[in-house]
């Protein structure tokens, strides 16, 4: 066998791995569709983005069954923050020494790079009869996505949560967390342990503080967290000039989750000249706000340095390509009358959502690629009780029909395929609306 055919057979034997234990996604928010992701720490390495969330998973114990309960942490990638890969387990509470196994306390982590070593931070409960509380420990890689070597012991010196690490351009490396008050300590060089005393971050509100994430941009240095100014979390910011402040309270990036979620946590990040707000929401729990998604939105800084409130949005950030299932019901923009959304199934939440028309109706979803326009046909999954028409058009001026699609009455789902009637090419915003009938309920649509 000769070197090439050797690197072909290397080559599929890859690509099979890869199918088997990456999988695949296609988001807009939430990002990661096919389990519970929280406490996101989003961060570029070797170009691309990875996401490291705690991961919320319904507890099989008595103890935690109104509580937070998480066993191990995945990581995910992206390139264009559209489609997302699942790298699988890097860290599980059965395999950190220090850990106390069966405590489902791997809370949020970060991770950071250095020197060609990838340090991932997570909290958890110690084992011990005489530990309390969380410590933060500490496992190595020499990949992103590892495999990832925990440390022996945690980092001794901090008792908390929520790490957050930042090496400043003189390459010393920062350590942040919460719990009894927010703290700052140096890490020394091998960054897994403390090279000076905690002390207390100044400059913060009154209220209940966690989550720190920091980071600097233009010589600010910006102290971000999740800060409880009424009820439930916002997430508001401070800025200093320095790593370890004092600080100067700025304000919020987000304001409370308008359905209770009672956390949010978050990390920003700049990714291709453009920075994101990932932050997290009860989008498939509803009822029980412990098991959260994450989610992403785009972040935008004022000329003076201070960040823009980031509204949450369904539709997220990224491009859609056409040939893809696009989901109406994570809409860029909803007429206020006649347009809903529910889950497609009540027993399944992450089987995701429908858009419901009636009368008046109308549904707008940005930025879909249409590449060079081969898309001759579109099918749609809608049904519709008593029958109805719906159009499909592009948002801009003249707004150029695409489709109309007769529905006939029933009230199963039905995939009806059409041949576009002008073909477009290249981002588009297009738009769904009810022009005949009583109403519609429409999961997906994609474009061939
Ligand atoms: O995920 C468990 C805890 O909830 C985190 O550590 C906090 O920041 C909050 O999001």
Redesign the pocket.
């Given at each position: 066998m000769n070197r090439m055919h050797q690197h072909v057979i290397k080559k599929a034997i890859l690509l099979f791995l890869c199918s088997c234990f990456l999988i695949s996604m296609s988001a807009q928010n939430p990002v990661i569709r096919d389990q519970f992701t929280?406490?996101p720490t989003a961060r570029v390495f070797e170009g691309k983005i990875y996401l490291y969330p705690?991961h919320d998973i319904p507890s099989p114990i008595e103890r935690l069954k109104e509580w937070?309960c998480m066993a191990d942490y995945h990581v995910f990638s992206s390139e264009n923050l559209t489609d997302w890969q699942d790298h699988g387990v890097i860290v599980s509470q059965e395999k950190v020494p220090w850990v106390a196994s069966g405590s489902y306390s791997m809370?949020?982590p970060d991770c950071v790079y250095r020197d060609g070593k990838y340090y991932f931070y997570f909290p958890s409960a110690p084992a011990g009869n005489n530990r309390r509380g969380f410590a933060i420990g500490v496992a190595v890689a020499d990949k992103p996505y590892g495999p990832f070597r925990p440390e022996e012991n945690p980092i001794e010196g901090i008792g908390g949560?929520?790490p957050c690490v930042l090496i400043d351009h003189d390459g010393q490396a920062y350590i942040y967390w919460s719990g009894r008050g927010m703290s700052v300590a140096k890490l020394k060089d091998n960054m897994v342990e403390l090279d000076s005393e905690p002390v207390q971050i100044e400059g913060l509100p009154e209220g209940f503080k966690?989550?720190p994430f920091v980071f600097e941009r233009n010589g600010i240095y910006y102290y971000t967290f999740?800060w409880v100014r009424d009820s439930t979390e916002t997430l508001a910011y401070a800025t200093g000039d320095n790593p370890t402040g004092p600080f100067t309270f700025r304000g919020l990036i987000m304001d409370e989750s308008p359905t209770g979620c009672w956390?949010n946590?978050h990390s920003i990040v700049e990714y291709e000249h453009q920075w994101y707000l990932f932050y997290h929401h009860n989008d498939y729990s509803p009822s029980f706000d412990k098991n959260r998604s994450v989610r992403v939105d785009s972040l935008f800084f004022n000329p003076d340095g201070t960040i823009c409130t980031v509204t949450p949005t369904l539709r997220g950030v990224g491009i859609t390509a056409a040939t893809s299932e696009i989901h109406p019901d994570r809409y860029s923009a909803i007429s206020e009358k006649g347009a809903s959304i529910a889950f497609v199934n009540e027993q399944n939440f992450f089987e995701g959502w429908k858009i419901l028309l009636n009368e008046g109706g109308w549904v707008r979803y940005n930025r879909v690629d249409f590449g060079n326009g081969a898309q001759q046909k579109v099918t749609v999954r809608i049904s519709s009780p008593s029958g109805s028409k719906v159009r499909l058009q592009l948002s801009d001026t003249d707004k150029p029909f695409l489709a109309e699609i007769n529905v006939p009455a029933g009230i199963s789902w039905q995939e009806i395929t059409l041949p576009v009637r002008n073909v477009v090419q290249g981002i588009q915003d297009i738009e769904l609306s009810l022009v005949e009938g009583e109403g519609s309920e429409i999961d997906w649509i994609r474009f061939e």
């Open positions: 929280a406490d705690s937070f809370w949020a949560i929520d966690e989550g999740p956390t946590h």
